[in-house]
């Protein structure tokens, strides 16, 4: 099926003006309609003049940026969109081009010779072109996304016109819609958004704010949006900024593509989508076919998540056998498909080079007609939606001095370097010269790069070196304690410090969180207090805003004061702990606390441990799990070894007491706590390892939570036959913190305090424990803070996360200091609780160096051995 051009010539770009008054742009506070947007691209298009100059915009989301790059079409000049945001990226596309104009926004600057006009600087390099430019040649684009690669894709207007017109059909977009641009028009997919719309006389609400910012979501909703694209990265964010609890009734679809989606969140979104009245649109494309090839009927998603659909209006594929492989390569046929490409300025006199496009995918056709992508032949890799050209990447560091050799998933880019050269240093170039996350990018130092017997690079032991370099940083991670000191007068601008000393971590960028550092609730900490002194006043979900925008967060100007807002949790677990050996010691006589503990145990299970995917989920469990376990442990086998006065038994060592001990009181049930909470953290993690529970809980992160109080509630009431791995006193309140972190309406909060209120009472016997668990449980729930005298807040925090070490080593502290003076002996026994915190943190965390260092020799050796036997 060939598509007929709705235009001749520059197509949607020359017939805005027929939309009239229709809104064609929106931002938070301006409206530019269709009329005075055509106006606005005539004009432009007047004062690029006639004769057809090779012109690079350097583009951004803004309205001025959208008219250049509209001017341009319409003037029939060819354009080079490159990313206004990345310096480097444009100067070495300028450098190989040579254009002969360059476009910036107001912000951008302009050179000596530069005019503005409507808020666009011109940088006339020469009045005459000294390019041969072809006929049909209209837009340029990077393949790679902001690499600065000068390998660009050449598109015609019929590419532009026809896939704008292909997407718009299979949307079916109307001029009632209204689009975010969550994606730069650099990037052919957010340009194939802004295409499509225009094409049909919609709305394009213009934003550069993030899904994670709330901002977002009420530009969302004011200028009634009702799509807005994403990429796999995309739907972590919304994850982490609880998309699936919103409101969202003008929302009509959000489209997917950037890379591959794993299955089970097409699943649940699709879902997600069903239930709440949208649609998911997965897609598949490459620059090289303009934007879109694919696309997977929202009716099919759920039943077929790893697909990429069917061929687009107008396209077709066909898979063509690869020697020695069972599946073929997909091949793509279309009038979307590229002229061809260019390397340099004299491709750009070529027409059209290529008649299908050999997309370097593998691929098979399943019975129904959709096609599943199965494997990748070319060396590149897409990741947060950005293309990048692995062989440019070794061309970089080449040009550098530096013999690399790069691999990487749709995840994660891993570069090993020859020689003495600093990862982090190069990590962080890298990733600011790419545009990807730091976190996105792992750099290994070797003495030799790793070689196949033929003496060709060895690319998936580079990939090897990835992964244990994530085993050994994740297991640090998790042995990061709070050991950073807040220095007097920090300020918003030393958030990366805070979070770098608290995770430690060597490298901090402006779009990590705390969450997708690895934080986790001890370090929350620490963190937290620092912060809260840095920026005055933290907001709740701070743990999941980027570090940017909280650096960006002015300080409240005040002057110094007596009581400063502290996070409940944290408060909830000093003032816990405190009571509890108060309690012990006899000081005073306050239960409960240690059950308001168990319920803090669910609150951070659920804001810590359940983000990314099942697998790396599960090792973050893991880790968080020995970081309670093996502090227990080794204490326990300490005393047991120096010391016959405590009846500790092997039950106790493998921190079963609880399950085998004896049923009357001794010495062996003092950590009755711990034990149980080993339990429920094995029972959950074992329960979020299936496959289907770990679906059940992403798409329904309240429902699922409630349900485990359901079951919890079945044991507290005695209903079952069994005890729950003898978690009957607390499985449910564990959950009942889960549930509550969960809640996002008031009225489900109402409902779980209500369950809270109905179901605490009478389970122990005792008014005053119970009193104290509701009241502990109550004010989770609804006091996100407390005002307590600021100078209390860093020993606070200090006792919150040393809790769990205090109450280990508190039974063998207290005894005997308890018949000289019980205050006494409560203060001794924080302290050395404190003090075992400390140096367990930095063991841990010298475990975790030793095994790194460890990893890396192991490697080093085996690659000396390989390489000794290929020279043989």
Not at 298 to 317: D, E, K, L, R, Y
Not at 356 to 362: M, Y
Request: hydrophobic share 45%; glycine share 8%; net charge positive.
């Amino acid at each position: 099926m060939t598509l007929p051009l709705e235009l001749a010539g520059a197509g949607f770009a020359a017939g805005l003006a027929r939309h009239g008054e229709r809104p064609a742009l929106l931002t938070g506070g301006r409206m530019v309609t269709y009329r005075e947007l055509a106006g606005r691209v005539d004009d432009f298009a007047d004062r690029l003049g006639p004769g057809r100059r090779l012109t690079v915009l350097a583009a951004d989301n803004s309205i001025e940026s959208l008219v250049a790059y509209l001017g341009a079409l319409v003037a029939r000049h060819p354009l080079l969109l490159a990313p206004a945001d990345n310096a480097p990226a444009l100067e070495s596309l300028v450098a190989a081009y040579d254009p002969d104009v360059i476009i910036r926004t107001g912000a951008g600057g302009a050179g000596a010779d530069g005019t503005a006009a409507d808020g666009l600087l011109l940088q006339e390099m020469r009045q005459v072109t000294r390019h041969e430019l072809h006929p049909d040649l209209t837009l340029l684009l990077s393949t790679s996304g902001s690499t600065g690669s000068p390998k660009l894709v050449r598109l015609s207007h019929q590419n532009v016109q026809a896939n704008a017109q292909s997407i718009a059909e299979y949307l079916e977009i109307t001029p009632s819609d209204r689009a975010m641009t969550t994606l730069p028009m650099y990037y052919c997919y957010g340009l194939s958004v802004i295409n499509s719309h225009l094409l049909r006389g919609a709305a394009l609400v213009l934003t550069g704010l993030s899904v994670v910012d709330e901002c977002f979501w009420q530009l969302f909703r004011n200028r009634g949006a009702t799509s807005f694209a994403a990429v796999p990265y995309t739907f972590e964010l919304l994850d982490r900024a609880g998309f699936a609890d919103r409101a969202l009734p003008g929302l009509r679809y959000i489209t997917q593509a950037g890379g591959r989606l794993d299955p089970d969140t097409v699943t649940r979104y699709a879902e997600l989508g069903r239930r709440s009245g949208w649609d998911l649109f997965v897609m598949y494309g490459q620059t090289e076919a303009t934007a879109r090839m694919a696309y997977l009927p929202p009716s099919m998603a759920a039943s077929n998540p790893g697909t990429i659909g069917v061929p687009v209006p107008g396209g077709s594929f066909r898979i063509d056998p690869v020697p020695g492989l069972e599946q073929g390569e997909l091949v793509y046929s279309g009038p979307n498909v590229m002229l061809g490409y260019a390397e340099h300025p004299a491709d750009l006199a070529a027409g059209r080079t290529i008649e299908e496009l050999r997309t370097g995918d593998l691929a098979r056709r399943h019975p129904n007609g959709l096609y599943e992508v199965v494997g990748r032949r070319s060396r590149f890799v897409k990741i947060v939606g950005l293309r990048i050209d692995l062989g440019q990447v070794e061309k970089v560091l080449a040009g550098m001095g530096i013999q690399a050799a790069c691999a990487g998933t749709d995840e994660q880019l891993a570069v090993a370097v020859e020689g003495g050269h600093d990862p982090g240093m190069l990590a962080k170039m890298l990733a600011q010269d790419l545009g990807l996350p730091r976190a996105a990018i792992a750099v290994h130092a070797v003495e030799q790069l790793p070689r196949l017997a033929t003496g060709k690079t060895d690319y998936p032991a580079v990939l090897a070196l990835a992964r244990t370099r994530n085993a050994a940083a994740g297991a640090a991670e998790a042995a990061a304690g709070t050991t950073g000191r807040p220095e007097a007068g920090e300020r918003p601008e030393d958030v990366k410090k805070i979070f770098a000393e608290a995770l430690e971590l060597d490298c901090v960028e402006d779009g990590d969180t705390f969450v997708s550092l690895g934080g986790d609730s001890l370090s929350y900490v620490a963190a937290s207090v620092r912060l809260e002194r840095a920026l005055g006043h933290l907001p709740a979900n701070w743990h999941v805003i980027p570090v940017r925008e909280l650096v960006s967060r002015q300080p409240e100007r005040r002057k110094k004061r007596l009581f400063a807002p502290l996070e409940t949790s944290i408060m909830l677990r000093a003032v816990a702990i405190v009571t509890i050996i108060s309690t012990h010691v006899e000081l005073i006589k306050w239960p409960g606390t240690a059950h308001v503990l168990m319920v803090l145990a669910g609150y951070n299970f659920a804001r810590f441990q359940l983000g990314g995917d099942r697998i790396p989920r599960l090792r973050r469990q893991l880790r968080s799990l020995a970081r309670v376990a093996v502090p227990t442990v080794a204490f326990i086998g300490a005393v047991m070894l120096l010391s016959d006065k405590y009846q500790y038994t092997t039950a106790n060592l493998l921190l079963l007491n609880t399950m085998i001990g004896p049923e009357y009181w001794t010495d062996a049930w003092q950590f009755w706590f711990v034990e149980v909470l080993v339990y429920v953290l094995v029972a959950m993690m074992a329960l979020l390892a299936i496959p289907w529970a770990h679906r059940a809980e992403r798409r329904f992160p309240l429902a699922f939570p409630v349900a485990l109080v359901g079951a919890g509630l079945l044991a507290r009431y005695g209903l079952l036959p069994f005890d729950i791995l003898h978690t009957r006193p607390v499985l449910w309140l564990f959950a009942l913190g889960w549930a509550f972190a969960r809640a996002r309406t008031m009225p489900q909060r109402l409902a779980l305090s209500a369950l809270t209120i109905l179901t605490v009472p009478g389970y122990f016997g005792e008014p005053w424990r119970e009193a104290t668990i509701v009241v502990g449980i109550l004010m989770l729930a609804w006091l996100p803070t407390i005002p307590l005298p600021a100078m209390l807040h860093r020993p606070l925090g200090v006792l919150a996360s040393a809790s769990l070490f205090a109450y280990v080593t508190h039974w063998v502290v207290f005894p005997e200091i308890r018949e000289v003076d019980k205050t006494l002996a409560v203060l001794v026994s924080l302290a050395v609780g404190v003090a075992y915190w400390a140096v367990s943190v930095r063991l841990m965390g010298a475990v975790d160096r030793w095994q790194l260092r460890l990893a890396g020799h192991v490697r080093r050796r085996h690659l000396r051995r390989r390489r000794a036997a290929t020279l043989m």
